[in-house]
C-alpha cells in the first residue's frame, strides 16, 4: 500500500477551467449524514461515528473527525416526515442536535422518517 502527499495550489480540468484548492477544501462539507428518527437510524453518512436518540423529534449526531471551534455552518433539511420541520438547536465542534417539530406549531417535538444535514467548516 503507497500513501503519500500531493501539494498543489491550482486544480485544472481540460475544458472546464481551473480553481484554487483552498475552495475545495474550504467549500467541502466536512460532515453529511441522511437518518431516520422512527426507527433511530443512521442510512447513509460521511464523517460521523454514531448518532443518539435524544427523545421524541431529537437527534444527536457525532462526528469522527471534529471541527476545530463552533464556528462552523451547520446545515439541515428534512426530507420526509409527515409535516414536520426540522432545525439545528445546538452544536459543539464535535456532535450537532438536530429537533423535529410538527408543521403547524414549534411546540410539539416530532419525530421524522427521514432527516439529512452536513457541515461547513474547518476542521481540527
Not at 432545525?87 to 419525530?111: L, M
Amino acid at each position: 500500500i503507497m500513501a503519500g502527499k500531493i501539494v498543489a495550489d491550482q486544480l485544472e480540468h481540460s475544458t472546464a477551467g481551473s480553481i484554487a484548492t483552498n475552495f475545495v477544501v474550504e467549500g467541502s462539507a466536512k460532515m453529511v449524514i441522511d437518518a431516520s428518527q422512527d426507527p433511530q437510524g443512521i442510512n447513509d453518512s460521511f464523517n460521523v461515528s454514531s448518532i443518539a436518540d435524544g427523545g421524541t423529534g431529537k437527534t444527536e449526531a457525532t462526528l469522527t473527525n471534529v471541527h476545530s471551534t463552533v464556528n462552523y455552518a451547520p446545515v439541515h433539511s428534512v426530507h420526509s416526515g409527515n409535516n414536520r420541520r426540522i432545525t439545528v438547536i445546538s452544536h459543539t465542534a464535535s456532535v450537532v442536535k438536530y429537533e423535529c417539530f410538527q408543521e403547524s406549531t414549534y411546540n410539539n417535538a416530532a419525530d421524522a422518517a427521514g432527516i439529512s444535514g452536513n457541515t461547513h467548516g474547518d476542521l481540527a
